[in-house]
């Protein structure tokens, strides 16, 4: 392992990715059952959501646990917070491949999902994204 020191796969980020994926499921049937939206516009407005909570959290994360606009002396300095960012994003895409796969299947989403999961992963996975 490339940083022995940083945990790689705990519990509790595993417990996040399974709650996220359930989380965006459960907001595409709310759309598609409750809202009664056709599952195009429901799959849309479970991706606009997720973009919403990301870059929110992101910018919540980058200028509340992290000096953005200062000098930076190091960038491997872990910064609070941001995994569980990740986590979140990681979850979605476990969710957003499955429903690629299942519901509307085509190859470029599928390359998509599949490389976001591959990227997400090394960035959790790894000290790469600390």
């Known amino acids: 392992r490339l940083y022995p020191e940083y945990p790689a796969l705990t519990p509790l980020r ?6 996220s994926a359930i989380f965006f499921k459960s907001m595409q049937l709310f759309f598609t059952h409750c809202m009664r939206l056709p599952h ?4 849309k407005a479970v991706s606009m959501t997720h973009s919403c909570i990301a870059v929110a959290s992101s910018y919540y994360v980058l200028t509340t646990q992290y ?3 200062t000098y930076a002396t190091s960038t491997c300095k872990p910064i609070p917070y941001a995994e569980y960012v990740c986590c979140v994003s990681f979850g979605y895409f476990c969710y957003d ?5 299942t519901q509307e299947p085509g190859f470029d989403f599928i390359l998509h999902g599949s ?7 090394i960035v959790i996975h790894t000290a790469a994204g600390q």
């Open 14 to 19: 595993i417990l996040i990715i399974i709650c």
């Open 67 to 69: 000096a953005l606009f």
């Open 40 to 43: 195009r516009r429901a799959f």
């Open 115 to 121: 490389l976001c999961i591959v990227i997400y992963g």
């Open 97 to 101: 491949l499955y429903k690629t796969i």
